[in-house]
């Protein structure tokens, strides 16, 4: 049994305690904020998320699949919006596949409330890491009064996210880091559901309305409600307007009514939202290594910030806690520097990948979705792994419902790439795309390429 504190008591240090306190050693989680569960940390908003296979199947590992479940809401295709407000359905799966929206604050609370009921765990709110030995593996705390608290354990985990103060202290040694801060910046609105607690929109969807440069999300809430999420770059260019150049109620008000008019009667006060809720921005961070000393580790976000746009990061950050549970049943549980420096070496290629996954599906949502071609190839994709499922599976099937590592799902996705553009290139391929011709051709480029 060892003594572990966990840094941060978000999304993912609080799955982290549970798998460990599971496994018998006493875990300590130290958060900066105060618990979710007693003040409003979330602010009152409800930002949601998408929980996808991965994060399903360390859910499940760690027990707590069916607390999570009754929380979700499932969404099986995405719903794009053009200009004028024409939709166009497109499921995630050819077999009805569910990706599952839950609103952070709500699954933060849960699993703290799952963590807590375990009798080694131990949660301490208010408690921000303001220093840590990484040598002893002692971290220092300090409390909203000032006090400094010192706690040393045998190992210490740092889940705190994208500005991790684990990862800073890191960083004052043999550490490569880089922080890449993207054009776009996004401001989340709430979508009301109708008076009688009926959705607006179809809940079963993730709607899209994308707009090339920049675009809009709506994800459902278990309300009725929806949470928007308005993409677009921080500052205008010549192909698009950014949030510099939409600032005043007349700006504002002609932009959505110029690119998003079907959104403005499902959310009246649209313009009053934008005008008063925070602009954020996206950053994307790589490091390595992820772990020191044989006792000090990165996990979550903290290791691999991400944009969100794969809907992937906390699903990644699961995954993180579940191969490290399973590397712990394979090495031991007294075995810290083997676990974690195969821990560090499993997953960094991953989050690399996922990385750069991620931003390759912002250029898919904004852009492609309502992309002819792009649409035609989602129904050759479709076609091709119904008939020939153990040779062709989606690049967003692998990501999304699969446990495919994502480093293998990027390098297949390249892959598919190479055939679908000489695929799409074929001489009338918009009218015979169902044809024996096509497929014997896709046929023949898989196993040429392989
Ligand atoms: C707009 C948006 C949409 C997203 N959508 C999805 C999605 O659909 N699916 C998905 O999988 N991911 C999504 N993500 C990513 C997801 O939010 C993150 O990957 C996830 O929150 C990471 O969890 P974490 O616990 O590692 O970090 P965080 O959630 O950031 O938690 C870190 C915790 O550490 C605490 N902390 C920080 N510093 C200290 C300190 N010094 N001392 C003590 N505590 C500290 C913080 O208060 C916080 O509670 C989205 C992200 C964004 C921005």
């Known amino acids: 049994m060892s003594k572990i504190t966990i840094v941060g008591g978000g ?13 018998g050693h006493a875990v300590s989680v130290y958060e900066r904020r105060g618990d979710p569960r007693k003040t409003d940390v979330y602010a009152g908003r409800s930002i949601n998320l998408v929980v996808s296979h991965r994060g399903w199947t360390a859910l499940r590992a760690a027990g707590v699949e069916a607390a999570v479940k009754a929380i979700t809401v499932p969404v099986y295709a995405r719903m794009t919006h053009d200009r004028d407000g024409k939709l166009n359905r497109v499921p995630y799966s050819i077999d009805n596949k569910a990706i599952h929206s839950v609103s952070r604050g709500e699954l933060n609370r849960r699993l703290l409330t799952e963590a807590e009921a375990l009798p080694n765990v131990e949660l301490r709110f208010n408690q921000k890491c303001v220093d840590l030995d990484l040598e002893t593996a002692t971290c220092r705390f300090q409390r909203e009064g000032g006090e400094i608290k010192e706690v040393k354990a045998d190992v210490v985990f740092g889940s705190d996210g994208a500005f991790s103060a684990v990862r800073a202290k890191m960083m004052q040694g043999r550490f490569t880091y880089s922080q890449e801060y993207i054009e776009h910046d996004y401001k989340e609105v709430a979508f009301p559901a109708n008076p009688d607690g009926t959705p607006k929109l179809d809940p079963q969807c993730l709607h899209i309305w994308p707009r090339r440069y920049f675009m809009m999300m709506g994800l459902a809430n278990q309300d009725g409600g929806f949470t928007g999420t308005l993409f677009m770059p921080n500052t205008a260019t010549e192909n698009a307007p950014g949030f510099d150049t939409v600032r005043t109620e007349e700006q504002v008000s002609s932009y959505f009514r110029e690119h998003f008019a079907d959104a403005m009667p499902i959310v009246p006060d649209l ?12 950053v994307i961070i790589r490091c390595n290594p992820w772990t020191v000393n044989g006792k000090v580790a990165l996990i979550g976000d903290a290791a691999h910030a991400i944009v969100p746009f794969y809907g992937e990061g906390m699903n990644a950050g699961y995954e993180d806690c579940k191969v490290l549970n399973d590397l712990l049943n394979e ?24 990385a750069d996954l991620s931003l390759r599906n912002f250029l898919e949502m904004r852009d492609l979705v309502a992309d002819l071609k792009f649409l035609l190839r989602k129904k050759i994709e479709g076609r091709l792994q119904a008939k ?9 099937s692998q990501v999304k419902f699969s446990d495919i590592q994502y480093k293998d799902a990027w390098r297949e996705g390249l892959r598919h790439d190479r055939i679908m553009e000489e695929v799409l290139a074929m001489p009338g391929i918009e009218e015979k795309w169902e044809s024996e011709e096509v497929e014997r051709r896709v046929m023949e480029l898989v196993n040429a390429a392989r």
Request: hydrophobic fraction near 40%; glycine fraction near 6%; aromatic fraction near 10%.
């Open 11 to 23: 999304l993912v240090g609080s799955l982290l305690s549970i798998f460990l306190a599971r496994r």
């Open 271 to 282: 313009v009053q939202q934008y005008l008063r809720n925070p602009q954020s921005s996206l």
């Open 331 to 354: 090495h031991g549980d007294d075995n810290w520097p083997v676990v974690l420096a195969a821990y560090g070496k499993a997953r960094k290629p991953n989050g690399d990948a996922i």
């Open 388 to 396: 020939h499922p153990d040779q062709w599976l989606p690049l967003y």
